[in-house]
Structures are given as structure tokens and as C-alpha cells.
């Protein structure tokens, strides 16, 4: 069984600063990493999505991976209190693209004004 | 692109009725669809696969004949929860693969007295 491992929080970053997000992952074998972001009784929607070591950014949010180590983190510049919710990481159960997906439990991220 | 809808958002119902949830791929067609469910302060868990055409596959620990998953077309998944009871109360949420991501609907809430 895959494990996704996040510290659930609450991480509290003051607006404008980089909020760094982490997780770790069981399976060495795993391809995909995806980052969700959910707030409070909404479904999650995807951030980013990153397949190979290194960095990927898009905008405020940049992924890192490093499939050495098994660490995937997020880190989102000039914070926003916007961004204030539980992110997500996850990664396909059996390592295909289509298939469903493990979460970690998600860490709780508020961005005080 | 990539929409994914869900119905009813909210449902409250008696226990031991029978309670069926919609998933539509809006703007795609997805063969494969996904449900998970997540209960409060918890991250979502998979609960089945369901494939279109043929029969779904479930995670270990969802009971088959309780949670009746249909997938009829490209675009409709429906799962079905029989014989509600209180301890089924939980946010389900749908999920469709397109391009090697999921995308998830807006959830159902549902509530059983």
C-alpha cells in the first residue's frame, strides 16, 4: 500500500512571504506527483502536477521533486491570504496516469494578513 | 476544459433508503472515473474505480453491493449508496482522468439521519 506523508499543520506564514509545503512518499517506483489544493467543504483542485526530479513553477507555485530522496514539496511565493487552505499532495495508486490516486492527509496552510 | 460536474451537491436522507450520485465529464470523455469519499478532518480515500462498460473495481475494504457503481456512457458514472445508514454520512467526490490527470467534481454531501 502506497503511504503519502504530509504534516498536517496548521503552518502559519505572514501574506507576501514563501510558504514551503512538503511531502514524502512510500512507493520509489512512483512517476507522478500532483499537488491539490482544497478548501474548507470544497472538492480539490489540481495546482500543479510534476513528473520528473527537478523544479517545475507555474506562476506563484513552484514544484519541486526529488525522487532520490522520495520528497516532493510546494512552494508558493508572495503568499497570499487567498491561498489559505489544506493542500494535497498525491500520487497514482498503481503508478499509471490514469489511475486513482493516494493522498496524503494534507497540511493545513494559513497565510495571516 | 476539463470539467467535471456532480449531482445533487447535497443530499439528506432516512436510513435505510438508497441514495444514487451523479458524475458527467462535461467537455471530455472519460472511460475511467474514480469516487472517493472523505469524512471530516480526514483526506479523501478511494473508494472504487469505475470503467465504462464494464464492472468497477473496489479498494479493499468497500463493501461491492453497497456502493453500486454504474458507468453506462463515456461521459456518466453513477454510484449508488443502498440501505444508507448514519456511519455512510460523508463528502463523496467524483473524480475523471484526462491527459494523465484527475479532475474532480464538486462533491456530495450527503447526510443520513
Known amino acids: 500500500q502506497k503511504e503519502v506523508e504530509q504534516n498536517s499543520g496548521p503552518l502559519s506564514v505572514p501574506e507576501g512571504a514563501i510558504a514551503s509545503l512538503n511531502c514524502t512518499y512510500s512507493?520509489?517506483?512512483?512517476?507522478?506527483f500532483f499537488w491539490y489544493r482544497q478548501y474548507s467543504g470544497k472538492s480539490p483542485e489540481l495546482i500543479m502536477s510534476i513528473y520528473s526530479n527537478g523544479d517545475k513553477e507555474d506562476g506563484r507555485f513552484t514544484a519541486q521533486l526529488n525522487k532520490a530522496s522520495q520528497y516532493v514539496s510546494l512552494l508558493i511565493r508572495d503568499s497570499q491570504p487567498s491561498d489559505s487552505a489544506t493542500y494535497l499532495c498525491a500520487v497514482p495508486i498503481s503508478g499509471g496516469g490514469a489511475d486513482g490516486l493516494t493522498f496524503g492527509k494534507g497540511t493545513h496552510l494559513i497565510i495571516q494578513p | 476544459g476539463a470539467v467535471v460536474s456532480q449531482h445533487p451537491s447535497r443530499v439528506i436522507c432516512k436510513s435505510g433508503t438508497s441514495v444514487k450520485i451523479e458524475c458527467r465529464s462535461l467537455?471530455?470523455?472519460?472511460?475511467?472515473m474514480f469516487w472517493y469519499r472523505q469524512f471530516p478532518k480526514q483526506s479523501l480515500m478511494l473508494m472504487a474505480t469505475?470503467?465504462?462498460?464494464?464492472?468497477?473495481?473496489?479498494e479493499q475494504g468497500v463493501e461491492k453491493d453497497k456502493f453500486l457503481i454504474n458507468h453506462a456512457s463515456l461521459t456518466l458514472s453513477t454510484l449508488t449508496v443502498t440501505s444508507a445508514h448514519p456511519e455512510d454520512s460523508s463528502f463523496y467526490i467524483c473524480s475523471a482522468s484526462f491527459s494523465d490527470t484527475q479532475y474532480f467534481g464538486p462533491g456530495t454531501r450527503l447526510t443520513v439521519l
Open positions: 469505475s470503467n465504462e462498460g464494464s464492472k468497477a473495481t473496489y
Open positions: 467537455d471530455f470523455q472519460a472511460t475511467t
Open positions: 512507493d520509489r517506483g512512483s512517476q507522478s
